[in-house]
């Protein structure tokens, strides 16, 4: 049997993004991140490999290179998405990646997932698994809120 994700509504996505801190660059990288995530259905690792060529502000497109079943596909960009992606880039340090550390190296999938679990502890919000309060967590698959 299918398990389906679990899902928290938008009130909840508004109160994990209020805990970003960004007034600092990883806070405005972070932030953009977690909204391409769930406005766009980016899955972490497409996340992590985007580099900055891959981003149409003209078109508003987001060009996701071998995803998926080794697939290329295009997503949409809404407002929130360019508007949060143009801050980081204007802080954002040299990188061959569009989401990078602050000394231009690739972000690891594992950095991503535990930003998010540490949003969702700080908001207070959490997905029921059975009896059981988890953590909001990003999965290879995609954002699970």
């Not at 690792?45 to 981003?55: A, F, I, S, Y």
């Not at 079943?69 to 992606?85: A, E, H, L, Q, T």
């Not at 990078?100 to 540490?118: A, D, F, I």
């Amino acid at each position: 049997m299918l398990k389906l994700p679990k899902i928290i509504d938008q009130k909840s996505v508004k109160k994990m993004l209020a805990q970003i801190n960004t007034n600092c660059p990883t806070g405005i990288r972070n932030y953009a991140i977690i909204i391409m995530m769930y406005r766009a259905g980016l899955r972490v690792q497409e996340v992590c490999n985007l580099v900055p060529q891959d981003v149409n502000f003209e078109t508003g497109l987001i060009y996701i290179q071998q995803a998926k079943g080794k697939k290329d596909r295009y997503v949409p960009m809404d407002d929130d998405i360019k508007r949060s992606v143009q801050e980081w880039l204007g802080v954002r340090p040299e990188s061959n990646y569009l989401f990078c550390t602050l000394e231009g190296g690739q972000l690891m999938q594992r950095y991503v997932r535990e930003v998010c679990y540490r949003i969702s502890n700080k908001a207070g919000v959490f997905v029921q698994d059975g009896t059981v309060k988890k953590p909001v967590s990003l999965i290879s698959s995609g954002i699970h809120f």
